[in-house]
């Protein structure tokens, strides 16, 4: 069934992209000015109320402080999923690619707060057109146009692949691209997960994704067990779909080894922290369920 309004998910990471501003300190794991005006909610207040709201929600589950500290860690996974994935498109991008594919692009402003990057690439946003109309809406709203290389991509991710998708756009098939998946992976079965990245293997060599993932239980430390049974309660409350399973990293690796990936950079929770997270005093941290990869095609 075609969905109706923009996803929850989507709503929630702009909030919490437009939440970092607000609650936290410099400097900014990401700087994203629109992401207020983009999350629906009208002015500052109104994203207090929403974090309070949310606050008391896991609090009926845990206590006062642990909630808070899930709310932190929800912050610090949105951000780090951003900052990794904009880290390594740079990277890309000096390699030579000038493709940017958002896969579950939500209510992301890349193109329009990142001008420095935008204007060397052609941006293909894939998503749902219910989020896509959102986001038109509120831009227009907010005065902005938007760049001539930023292309809207309608897809149902559950009857089409990434690239079947791109065929009826002005993406280049056989020039190399870097792709984001971000915050997806968790809401999917495994084997809908590695259908999707050994289908971007047909790409041009030397094409890229990053893309986050949830560790399996097992390889979670205590306090991330605690934080993730807080937030599937939470979720069956509201009868969404929870994210239900984890990846072993090495067996990941493998995999997309297999596939035919040549190069497989991990992002694991310790070198997040001293990547991302040292030495702040806000109270951020690396999330301790999440972790991130970028995986490259051979030339």
Known sequence: MPEARPSSTAIGA????????????????LDDPLALSLSGLPDESALRAAMARMQAEFAQRSDEAFANLILRDLR????????????????????????????GAGLDSFALRRPDLAA?????????????????????QLGLSLPPTLHF??????????????????FRSDEPAF????????YL?????????????????????????????????EQGRRIGAVLKAGVAARNEPAANHGFDPLELEKRLRGMGYATVDHLDVAAAQQRYFQRRRDGLAAPP???????????
């Not at 702009?14 to 794991?29: F, G, I, K, V």
């Open 76 to 103: 610090s996974t949105i951000l780090l999923r951003n900052r990794y994935a904009e880290d390594q498109l740079e990277r890309a991008m000096a390699r030579g690619l000038r493709q940017y594919v958002m896969l």
């Open 289 to 299: 369920m999440t972790q991130m990869i970028c995986a490259t095609l051979p030339p």
């Open 153 to 170: 991509v309608p897809v149902d991710f559950e009857r089409q692949t990434p690239l079947q998708a791109l065929a009826g756009s002005a």
């Open 179 to 186: 792709f984001s998946w971000l915050g997806v992976t968790g």
């Open 189 to 221: 079965g495994e084997a809908a997960v590695y259908a999707t990245l050994r289908s971007l293997c047909a790409t041009a060599p030397g094409s890229a994704v990053a893309f986050s993932y949830g560790l399996r239980e097992d390889r979670v430390s």
């Open 14 to 29: 702009a909030m919490m992209r437009a939440a970092h501003l607000l609650l936290d300190q410099a400097p900014w794991l």
């Open 120 to 140: 060397r690439l052609e941006i293909f946003e894939l998503d749902l057109p219910a989020t896509q109309d959102r986001k038109r809406q509120r831009l227009q």
